[in-house]
C-alpha cells in the first residue's frame, strides 16, 4: 500500500462503484444508498454494463468509460470478475480500490489461489487495495463524507481511526456508536487484509490530523515487526487502543476457521502490543470506553484521582477501583478542604473522596468540582451522581460540563447511577466530558489516560551495539553444521554466550576422570559435574548433574556412579566427557532466553528459574530486538523483581549486568537469526556480589536456515 | 431480630408511617406517598401530631392513638425523638420497626451514643428494627406491595433479594433495575445495621419463595462466623451475589468514615465469602450481569458452552471468554453437525461456535438453536446476532426466546450487538433469557452459573476432632504466660504442634556443645543447628540457622562461629542453647499458619513457603474453623499445588496429610483461642516420601486472652 493512494481511496474527489446497482437488498444497491445519503462531496460513478443509470446517476458499462479521472474504486461485483476489473481499472489509472466482494481465501484453496493472483496483480500495477471480504471504508470528515459501507446505520462524526478485521462486527459497531458518544473519523474493514492492514491504517493515519485516536479490532497481526515499528511511533503521538481475539487455543482455531489467517500466540501477540505502547483491551465494552475517555479527556499530568460524591457507596468502590490500578487518591491540600467547608454542610467529608451527601443540590456540584479542579495536587477527577429528590441528572450533567468547560486541562469523568433514559439524552448532546453508569468504568478510563501519559512519558528506547565475538559463534556453529546437529552440547553453548560477553561460570571440559580432578582443582571446589553429552539435552533427567563437590574423593565416586547409571540406562554412548563448573553461590535462581514463533519471530524471555520457572510461571517476554527500556521492562515486570531488588536483605542484583545479557542475546539472534531456541537456566545471582551468571545454557538452531545463511 | 418480625416488617398486614406529613419533599410525604402509588395491600396508619389526615387518610397522634393492631412502624421523625417513640411501639406491642431516620453513629460520638441507647432498648423489648439511617423496605409481592421507602422510582416485581448497606445506592439501583431487566422480590435498606443487617437478610430469605438469589452490596460484614454459617447453608439453597466494597487500604478507610462500621481486611473477606459459597463481584456492573442471568437462566448441569453467531468476530472473542474462564467449548455431535448442514449454507460453519454467516435468517436462528440444544453434549448456549440488512433484533430476540420456551432446561444467553433502542424494547417486555450487548458480560454471566452448580455439587464439609494432647499444649502456654511471653520459642511453639499431632522434624534442646554432638549423633547427620533464645524470634536475621551439618567437626566450628557473632552484635543474653534437627531433604518448602483478622478472627493460611513466601504471594486463606473441604481448596487453589502433585518429577506430596496439618492447626486455634499468630515456615514436603514435616515454628499469643482463659 502506499500512504498517497490510501489517501486517494479515503478522499477520493471522484470514485467509481462498481457493481452498483439499481435492485434492493444488494450491497451494490446498499452502497449507492449510502454514498448519496451521507452526502458524498465528489463525483460517484456507478459501474454496471447493464444499467444506464442508477440511483439518479448515469451508469457507466466500465470505468474505461468513465470520461474524468477517477480516484478510487469500490468493487462489489462477483469474485470471479474481480481480476479483470482490476486490469481496467489499472487501465484507467486507478490507484486505489476497495474489494467488498467475498469468495476469496475464506472459502478455501480456490480462493486462496484467487486471492494470491489478486495479490500479484496489485504489486505488478502498484496497486492499493482494501479487502477483499469487507465492509468498505467511512471518511466523515466534512470535506468529504464518504460512507463507502454497507453498514445498517450512516456513521458518526467523531475522532476515532478504526479499523476492523471482521466486516459485521465493523458493521455492529457503527451502529452502536452514537449510543457510546463516540463517532469515528474514519473506518477502515480491512476483511482478508490482502493489502492493506492494521500497519497500513496506523502508517497513514499517523499523520491524518483528525484521527486523534486508533481502535484496532484483529485477529491476526499480518506482519508484526512492521506493525512494531510504526505503532511505536505513532503511540507517541496518539493512542492506538486494540482488541486482539484470538486470544486462547480454542479461539484462535475459531480465528483460522474464520478469516483463514494464523493467529500468532498470544504470548506473543502481547508482547509486542506492551513494547509497542499499545493499550490492550480484552472486550468490546472496555474498548469502547477507552475511546469515549480519550475522546473526551486531555492527556493528565499526573496520577492522583480526586472523587467528587453524593453517595458514600460509589465512592468507596471508585476508591478500590483507583488503588486496584494502582493509581493514586489525591491529597487534598487544606485549603481546598477549607474551600470545601465553607459551603458543603457539616454532615459532607471534604477529605478525598469528597461526600457531599445525598442532598447535595446542583450548586454544590458546581462549587465543589470546581475548588477540586483548582487543586494542583489533583490530576483527574471522577464526579459521582446517584438520583436524589428533586436534582435532575440532566442539569447536574450540563453544570459539571459547564465546569470543565472552564477548566479544560484535567481529565473529568461522570458516573451517573441513572436511568437509560439519561444516556440516551446524553447520546444526543455534544459532551466534553465522558459519561459512565458505573465508577469502575470510569476509573478503568481514567488508568488508560495515565497508561498513555506514562507511555508518552517513557524516552525513547535505544538498541545499542555490543562489541562481541562473532567469528568465534560463526565457528561453533559452523561445527554443529558439519555434524548436522539442531542442539548445541552444554559446552558450545556456553561457548557462544561467553563470546557474546556474557559472564558464564568457570568451567572446562574433561574427557575423563583424569582431566575432572585436574580441571576442579584448578577451578577450585566446591564444583558441580555435568554430564558432556551430544545425545541428552535435559541431563537432569538422567543423573547427569551432581551439584556441591567438595573434593577429589567426592569427585571420583560421583563421577563413577554418573557412568554406572549411564551404562544401565544404555545412554554412556554420546558421552564425550564431563563439564566442570565453579559452583555459584545462590538464592536466586532466574531464566532467560529465546523463543521464536512461527509468526512473530524471536521473543525474549525473562523470569524466575529453578523449579518454579513451569508452575509459577513468573517470566515475560518481548519480541527481539530489545530495546534497552523493553530489556528493563522484562526485568521489571516479573513479580520476582523484588528477589532481585534484595527484598530479603541479599546483595540487590546487578540490574545493568541482567539487562546487558538480554540485550546480548537479542543482538545475537539478530545476528544469527537461525537460533531458535535459547535458555540460560539457571542465570544465578551470586550471593556474594549480585553478578548475574550464566551457569547452563542450551541452544537450538534451525539447520537448512542455518546452513542458508552461514555458508 | 427474629424471623417471625422480620416477616411482619416486610409483609405487614396494617402499618404505622411515624412522622408521616403532608409536605412535599419530606420523606415523610415521600414514604407515605409511595405507599399508597404503589398500592400497598394492608391498612396504613399515618402518624403525626398535628394533622388529623395525610394524603387521604386519618391521622393519629401516636401509635397509642390507633385503634387496631400494627404489625410494624415505619419511623421518619427526628433522631431525637426516636428513643420515646419505640418505647410507644413496644407498649403497643409493634415488634418490627424500620428507623429511616439519620442521626446516629454516621454522625459522631453523640451519635453513637444515641444509636447504642438504641440497640439496648430493641434487645430489651425484642423488638426487630431496620436502620437507623436507611431508605426503608420494599416487598413486591403482589399479595403485600409494600414500598415504605423513599426512591423516586417505584419497585419492579423481580425474583431477587437485595441488601443494601449504602442508602442512596439502593436508591440509584431501584432506579435502573427496570433497565437491566430486572427486578426485586424484596428489598431493605440496612443503613447503619444497628439490628437487622446482612446476616439476617439472609436468614430470612433463607425460606422466602419468592426470593430466588440474594444481592447484598455490604462495607463491612457484622458477624463473620453468623454470615459464614448462614450463607454456607443458603447458597445451596439460592445463589448469594456480594459486592463487599472497602477492598484497598483507601477503600477501607473511606468507608470507615462514611458508615462508621469498620471494615474488615480483604483477604478475610474474601476467604469468608469463597468458604461460604458466596458469589463475589467487583463491580456493580458485574453484580447486575450476575443477578440478570440467575434470573433468567436455569442452573446448568455441565460446563460444555455452545455459540451460535452470524458473525465470526464476536465468536470467537466469546470462545476467548469461556477458555479463559475455565469452561469447555461443547464438541458437538456428528450427528448435530450433519443436522446443522442440512440447512445453513456451505459457507456457514458447523463446528463450534456455529457462524451461520452474516446473512442467516431467523429461520436459521431458530432451527440452529434447536439442533444445538438437543446436543446432549451442550449444556448452555450463546446466541450472538450483529445487526444485518433485513433482520431486525427485536425478531431474532423473540425467535430465540420461542425456542428457549421450548426448551427451558439448559441456560441460553443473547449477545445483541445493536443499538440502545432494542434493550429499551426488551425491557418493556418479560423475557425468558438474559440479553446482553457484549459477549464477554454474557460468558461471565454462564460463568457464574457454572460456579453455582459447583457449588451445589460439592459436599458438605466436614469437621474432623482429631486426638490431641491438649493438656500438654495447656502446660506449654502455662509456662509461658508464666513468664509473662507473647512469644513462645522455637521448642516451645514445635512442642505445641507436635501435642497437635504434627509431624515436626525430629529434634532437641542442647544446652551446650557437648550435648549438641551427643545429640546430633542420635538423629543421625546431615543436621541442622538453630539458636535456641527467648530474645530472637528472626533466627536468620542474626546467623542462628546453620544448615547441612555434616559431622562432629562442622557442628563444632559452626557453633563457634554463632557464639562469637552473637556476642559481637550483643545477642549472647537470652540464649538457651540450641536446637538440633534432622535435615530435611526437600526442594518443596511450603508455609502454613494462623493469623488473627481484628474483626474476623482466626483465618488459617497456606502456600508456598521459602524465599518466595512474600515475593509470589502465592497462598491462600479461610477462616477458622476449616471443613475438611476448606483445607483442600487451600491447598489446591495456590498455584504450587503442581509442585505438591510432582510436576517435575518429584515423588509427589502427601495431600491427605497436609490437610490434616491444617485441620488441627484450627482445632488448636479453637482450643485455644488467644493464639494470635502461628507459623510453621518451612513446611518442608519430604523428596523421600512426600511426607510434609514442619521445621521450624513461631507462636505468638494474646496474653490477657490466655490469661483469662487458661487460669
Redesign the interface.
Known amino acids: 500500500m502506499s500512504v498517497s493512494a490510501m489517501d486517494k481511496i479515503m478522499s477520493p474527489a471522484s470514485m467509481a462503484v462498481i457493481g452498483a446497482s439499481s435492485r434492493e437488498?444488494t450491497i451494490g444497491f446498499?452502497i449507492m444508498k449510502n454514498l448519496q445519503k451521507y452526502g458524498y462531496s465528489g463525483t460517484i460513478y456507478p459501474i454496471n454494463p447493464k444499467d444506464s443509470e442508477i440511483q439518479g446517476l448515469k451508469a457507466y458499462p466500465s470505468v474505461l468509460d468513465v470520461p474524468g479521472p477517477i480516484d478510487m474504486a469500490v468493487i462489489v461485483i462477483n469474485s470471479k470478475f474481480v481480476l479483470s476489473t482490476i486490469d481496467q481499472c489499472h487501465q484507467k489509472g486507478i490507484k486505489g480500490v476497495v474489494i467488498i466482494s467475498a469468495g476469496f481465501k475464506e472459502?478455501g484453496p480456490a480462493g486462496k489461489q484467487l486471492e494470491e493472483a489478486l495479490v500479484a496483480k496489485l504489486h505488478e500495477y502498484g496497486m492499493t487495495c482494501v479487502g477483499p471480504n469487507c465492509l468498505g471504508v467511512v471518511n466523515t470528515d466534512p470535506k468529504v463524507r464518504l460512507d463507502a459501507c454497507?453498514?445498517?446505520t450512516l456513521p458518526v462524526r467523531g475522532d476515532i481511526g478504526f479499523v476492523?478485521?471482521?466486516?459485521?462486527?465493523g458493521?455492529?459497531?457503527l451502529?452502536?456508536l452514537?449510543?457510546l458518544n463516540i463517532g469515528f473519523a474514519q473506518f477502515i474493514s480491512i476483511g482478508n487484509q490482502a493489502d492493506v492492514n492494521a500497519d497500513s491504517a496506523i502508517e497513514y493515519w499517523e499523520n491524518v490530523d483528525d484521527v486523534h485516536q486508533i481502535l484496532l479490532?484483529m485477529?491476526s497481526i499480518a506482519d508484526p515487526q512492521k506493525f512494531r515499528t510504526l505503532a511505536t511511533r505513532t503511540t507517541k503521538k496518539k493512542p492506538i487502543v486494540a482488541?486482539k481475539?484470538?486470544?486462547?487455543?480454542?479461539?484462535a482455531s475459531?480465528?483460522s476457521?474464520?478469516?483463514g489467517s494464523l493467529a500468532g500466540a498470544d504470548k506473543a501477540a502481547a508482547a509486542l502490543l506492551a513494547q509497542s505502547g499499545v493499550i490492550r483491551e480484552?472486550?468490546?465494552?472496555n474498548l469502547f470506553n477507552t475511546a469515549k475517555v480519550f475522546s473526551h479527556c486531555p492527556i493528565p499530568k499526573g496520577d492522583r484521582v480526586a472523587i467528587v460524591t453524593?453517595?458514600?457507596?460509589?465512592?468507596?468502590?471508585c476508591?478500590?477501583?483507583?488503588?486496584?490500578h494502582g493509581m493514586q487518591?489525591a491529597q487534598l491540600s487544606e485549603e481546598t478542604k477549607n474551600n470545601l467547608r465553607a459551603f458543603l454542610p457539616p454532615?459532607a467529608?471534604v477529605?478525598n473522596?469528597v461526600?457531599m451527601i445525598?442532598s447535595a443540590p446542583l450548586e454544590h456540584y458546581k462549587q465543589t468540582l470546581k475548588t477540586v479542579l483548582a487543586d494542583d495536587g489533583v490530576d483527574m477527577v471522577v464526579v459521582i451522581y446517584?438520583?436524589?429528590?428533586?436534582l435532575k441528572d440532566i442539569d447536574v450533567a450540563k453544570a459539571i460540563m459547564e465546569i470543565k468547560a472552564e477548566n479544560p486541562s484535567k481529565p473529568v469523568v461522570g458516573v451517573f447511577?441513572?436511568?437509560?433514559d439519561f444516556?440516551?439524552k446524553i447520546?444526543e448532546m455534544e459532551v466534553n466530558i465522558p459519561f459512565f453508569?458505573?465508577?469502575?468504568?470510569a476509573v478503568e478510563g481514567l488508568n488508560r489516560l495515565n497508561q498513555q501519559r506514562k507511555w508518552i512519558a517513557r524516552p525513547e528506547g535505544k538498541f545499542p551495539e555490543f562489541k562481541v565475538e562473532s567469528e568465534k559463534v560463526k565457528s561453533v556453529f559452523s561445527s554443529v553444521l558439519y555434524e548436522g546437529r539442531e542442539q548445541l552440547t552444554t559446552a558450545e553453548s556456553l561457548a557462544v554466550l561467553s563470546a557474546y560477553g556474557i559472564r558464564v561460570c568457570k568451567d572446562g571440559e574433561a574427557k575423563d576422570l583424569d582431566q575432572a580432578i585436574a580441571l576442579a582443582d584448578k577451578i577450585g571446589y566446591p564444583v558441580v559435574m555435568k554430564l558432556n553429552s551430544k545425545k541428552i539435552s535435559h541431563k537432569t533427567?538422567v543423573g547427569g548433574v551432581r551439584v556441591g563437590i567438595e573434593n577429589a574423593d567426592q569427585l571420583r565416586a560421583e563421577y563413577t556412579d554418573m557412568v554406572n547409571k549411564l551404562k544401565a540406562k544404555n545412554l554412556l554412548d554420546g558421552m564425550e566427557g564431563v563439564i566442570i563448573q565453579e559452583m555459584v553461590k545462590s538464592?536466586?535462581e532466574m531464566v532467560c532466553g529465546i523463543a521464536t514463533d512461527p509468526q512473530y519471530g524471536p521473543m525474549m524471555m525473562f523470569g524466575?528459574g529453578g523449579?518454579?520457572v513451569?508452575?509459577?510461571?513468573?517470566v515475560s517476554f518481548r519480541l527481539a530486538p530489545l530495546s534497552d527500556l523493553d530489556a528493563l521492562d522484562m526485568i521489571k515486570s516479573v513479580?520476582?523483581y523484588?528477589?532481585l531488588e534484595g527484598?530479603?536483605?541479599e546483595i540487590p542484583a546487578d540490574i545493568n549486568q541482567i539487562k546487558d545479557i538480554l540485550l546480548r542475546l537479542s543482538q545475537l539472534v539478530k545476528d544469527f537469526p537461525f537460533v531458535d531456541e535459547l535458555d540460560i537456566n539457571p542465570l544465578m545471582i551470586s550471593d556474594k556480589d549480585g553478578e548475574p551468571i550464566a551457569v547452563d545454557g542450551r541452544i537450538k538452531i534451525r539447520l537448512q536456515e542455518a546452513e542458508r545463511l552461514i555458508k
Open positions: 437488498h446498499d472459502t454497507f453498514a445498517e476492523s478485521q471482521s466486516g459485521a462486527l458493521g455492529g459497531i451502529n452502536i452514537k449510543d479490532y485477529e482488541l481475539a484470538g486470544r486462547s487455543a480454542a479461539g475459531a480465528a476457521s474464520h478469516t480484552f472486550s468490546l465494552e453524593n453517595s458514600g457507596g460509589p465512592g468507596i468502590m476508591t478500590d477501583a483507583v488503588v486496584e487518591m454532615a467529608s477529605k473522596p461526600d445525598a446517584l438520583p436524589f429528590l428533586g447511577m441513572t436511568t437509560q444516556f440516551q447520546s453508569m458505573f465508577g469502575e468504568q533427567d538464592d536466586r524466575l523449579v518454579f513451569e508452575v509459577m510461571k513468573d513479580k520476582a523484588k528477589l527484598a530479603r536483605g
